[in-house]
């Protein structure tokens, strides 16, 4: 009899307890808030632009690298084996130059875009603590690791009200 009721003693104050800790657990859709806030769309406009004008600028290389190799190509017959051949070797360097500034250029945009987005979300993350600790929240979980929630659970658009509203200037520098 005296480990029932100590059982039932336990059951109880753990549902107790899990019953609390639920009242003081929220979840928000963190890509969303990235994705629709002010500085967020700023973010990914900016970099889609720099994005689209690095591969016109490649296309635009590439062009004129093939056309190059076509003018070459016509000159085969008309330059000795060893001019020729000369030529070639140039073309494979400007090839080569050509995919190394490329990759390079590629490689420094992801590089800016993340220290960016790293920028941003550290400013969120300070705008989410916050918003825990003034509304008592014990834990906001990401809803990309919820299977099922009540929707006044989610907090998404109360965070992302905040990030417009407190972070107004945010700059993005130009490297380029």
Do not use: W
């Not at 549902?15 to 929220?26: C, D, G, R, W």
């Not at 689209?52 to 190509?73: A, F, M």
């Amino acid at each position: 009899m005296i480990k029932t009721k100590f059982l039932f003693f336990i059951l109880i104050n753990y549902l107790f307890f899990n019953f609390s800790i639920a009242e003081n657990i929220v979840y928000a859709d963190l890509d969303s808030i990235i994705k629709n806030s002010d500085v967020g769309k700023k973010i990914i406009f900016h970099f889609s632009k720099k994005n689209e004008n690095l591969i016109e600028e490649i296309k635009n290389e590439e062009i004129k690298i093939k056309n190059k190799e076509k003018s070459l190509i016509t000159q085969k017959n008309i330059l000795d084996t060893e001019e020729y051949s000369k030529k070639v070797n140039i073309l494979k360097e400007e090839i080569d130059q050509f995919n190394n500034n490329n990759s390079n250029k590629l490689k420094q945009l992801n590089k800016e875009k993340d220290e960016i987005s790293k920028k941003f979300m550290v400013e969120v993350n300070r705008i989410i603590k916050e918003f825990a600790e003034k509304n008592n929240i014990e834990m906001i979980l990401s809803s990309n690791h919820i299977l099922i929630g009540k929707s006044n659970l989610d907090v998404t658009n109360e965070i992302l009200k905040l990030v417009n509203d407190k972070i107004k200037k945010f700059e993005i520098k130009n490297n380029g």
